[in-house]
């Protein structure tokens, strides 16, 4: 077994506690950050990685949004427009009008990537919503 270790997630700071077991036979597998979704680990090996989640960075880091954007911060509640958003970018019409909270944001327009943020709606489903189609609460 390879000896438990801290492990700090590069794209938004979070931190982990990671394990690892000797299994009988190679696994090729990935892990995910709970918080903003990059790959933390991936292995192709006789071992089984588990990690725990230690703190949680803020998220999405401020230089994720642009100024000119709603900047939202996980745990605010929000509400999605029921127009006046990019149509390309339109979450599924039973959404709209709906309130909910956010969980965490991804992209960057500096990288390219489109800005969207999880949201949790009725304190169960989460959607992938563009930030055009949120208003504050």
């Known amino acids: 077994m390879l000896a438990?270790?801290?492990l700090e997630c590069q794209q938004c700071g979070s931190r982990y506690w990671v394990t690892s077991d000797h299994v009988p036979m190679r696994d090729?597998?990935?892990?995910?950050?709970?918080?903003c979704g990059?790959?933390?680990l991936s292995w192709d090996e006789a071992?089984?990685?588990r990690v725990e989640l230690t703190h949680?960075?803020?998220?999405?880091?401020?230089?994720?949004?642009?100024?000119?954007?709603p900047k939202f911060q996980p745990g605010q509640r929000v509400r999605v427009r029921e127009e006046g958003g990019d149509i390309d970018t339109q979450p599924n019409k039973s959404l709209l009008g709906k309130e909910g909270t956010i969980w965490h944001g991804t992209g960057s327009e500096d990288s390219g990537l489109a800005i969207?943020?999880?949201?949790?709606?009725n304190g169960e489903?989460?959607?992938v919503i563009s930030p055009d189609w949120l208003e504050p609460r």
Do not use: G
């Not at 090729?28 to 918080?35: A, E, G, K, P, Q």
């Not at 949680?56 to 954007?69: F, G, I, K, T, Y």
């Not at 969207?116 to 709606?121: G, L, T």
């Open 56 to 69: 949680r960075a803020p998220w999405p880091q401020s230089n994720l949004v642009s100024e000119d954007r």
């Open 116 to 121: 969207q943020y999880f949201v949790e709606i």
């Open 28 to 35: 090729d597998d990935t892990i995910d950050c709970d918080v």
């Open 38 to 40: 990059v790959e933390l």
């Open 125 to 127: 489903q989460v959607e």
């Open 4 to 6: 438990p270790h801290e």
């Open 47 to 49: 071992k089984m990685y």
